[in-house]
């Protein structure tokens, strides 16, 4: 299955996000995009000279000095979406589907050596939904100038500004075309999209009802260079470090933060071992057949996540059962640690027959690149 963009809320999930709220005053992406531009011409990454792709290999040896460098030659340029996300765009929106697993190039793990999980049902969310599940919600953004498409996201904790998190955890592939292409246009996130269920059922609805934290618009993000250099719609190498942090603010002009409007956020835990992660929840909103993009569904198991590998050099990939479909994609994969909720990787690949879902260890890569950004003014 491709990436997926597009919607489940069990008790398990609920439980972690309840937590989360008490302590406060993914294969699944978007539809698919067109084709990547052509890669772009290797360029300089830091004041040591490095350059692409050759950096990749020395990735993990980058100072703060070489990503601020690498980031401002591939960055986000910001845009005014004031009054773009109306209700009619956003419904019309098709969910970006998981990357394709792409089973027959995974080095691990292989139908001889392990059995892949067995598919979990996704649950729908009851509505209204409970006010710990406000910090999941659905990212909207433009493919191309005439299509638009929709994944998942997480409202996630910033060291740099606690209690006034401004920053949405996410796949790459739900904002950056990959191989060198260029960001996805008119990116936004809606936080507990349609929560009280007013446009369940194909029913009317007003923008307020749909969107009842607003709308957030993106004005910074942050890929790995791996996912610029790499990225393609098959599952591969790249989808290793197939996540992205977006900054996002509300465009009403109130300067209130995004976890102070939804009322929390969520850590994350970086190089979370695989071994002690005994239950996990993903969350989105899937959209593609059987799912319809308006209700927030999540998978929960209790079986230990499978490893899944495509080059055993890279942070492996980990798998779970799950049936959601396209528009899923970015959304986030919950634990317990300490007690209390974390993400742990969001929704990357997933496969045609929609029965497992494969999303990237957050490892030293990924905490490099957050801790750059959330350092980083906007």
Not at 265 to 282: R, V
Request: proline share 7%.
């Amino acid at each position: 299955m491709s990436s997926i963009l597009r919607r489940s809320g069990a008790a398990a999930l609920v439980t972690l996000l309840a937590l989360a709220a008490a302590g406060c005053a993914d294969d699944t992406g978007p539809r698919a995009a067109p084709p990547p531009v052509p890669a772009a011409a290797a360029t300089a990454a830091g004041k040591n000279g490095i350059k692409l792709p050759d950096a990749l290999k020395d990735l993990k040896n980058w100072s703060a000095d070489d990503l601020a460098n690498w980031a401002a030659a591939h960055g986000f340029k910001p845009e005014l979406l004031k009054g773009y996300w109306n209700q009619v765009k956003m419904e019309a929106a098709k969910g970006l589907k998981p990357k394709d697993a792409n089973i027959t190039s995974a080095k691990s793990p292989s139908r001889s050596e392990v059995q892949l999980p067995s598919a979990v049902a996704a649950v729908a969310e009851k509505h209204p939904y409970n006010s710990a599940t406000a910090v999941v919600g659905k990212i909207f953004l433009s493919v191309s100038p005439t299509s638009d498409a929709e994944c998942s996201g997480t409202v996630v904790s910033d060291p740099v500004n606690p209690g006034r998190s401004n920053l949405v955890w996410t796949a790459a592939h739900c904002v950056h075309q990959g191989q060198g292409g260029d960001w996805f246009k008119r990116i936004g996130f809606v936080p507990s999209y349609n929560r009280a269920g007013a446009a369940s059922g194909g029913r009317p609805a007003t923008v307020e009802q749909l969107a009842p934290y607003g709308a957030w618009t993106m004005d910074d993000g942050y890929i790995d260079p791996h996912w610029y250099q790499e990225g393609s719609d098959r599952g591969g190498p790249a989808s290793q470090f197939d996540f992205a942090v977006i900054h996002v603010h509300n465009e009403d002009g109130s300067g209130r933060s995004l976890e102070e409007t939804v009322g929390g956020s969520i850590p994350i835990w970086f190089n979370a071992p695989a071994d002690q992660i005994t239950a996990a929840s993903a969350y989105g909103y899937p959209a593609d057949t059987p799912f319809d993009g308006l209700e927030l569904e999540h998978c929960d198991t209790r079986a230990r996540l499978t490893p899944y590998v495509y080059d055993a050099e890279r942070p492996p990939m980990n798998a779970m059962g799950c049936t959601m479909t396209g528009g899923s994609s970015g959304g986030g994969w919950f634990a317990q640690r300490g007690g209390k909720p974390v993400l742990i990787s969001n929704t990357s690949v997933g496969n045609d027959a929609g029965t497992f879902l494969a999303g990237p260890t957050l490892g030293a890569d990924a905490l490099k690149g957050f801790d750059y950004f959330s350092r980083k003014k906007h």
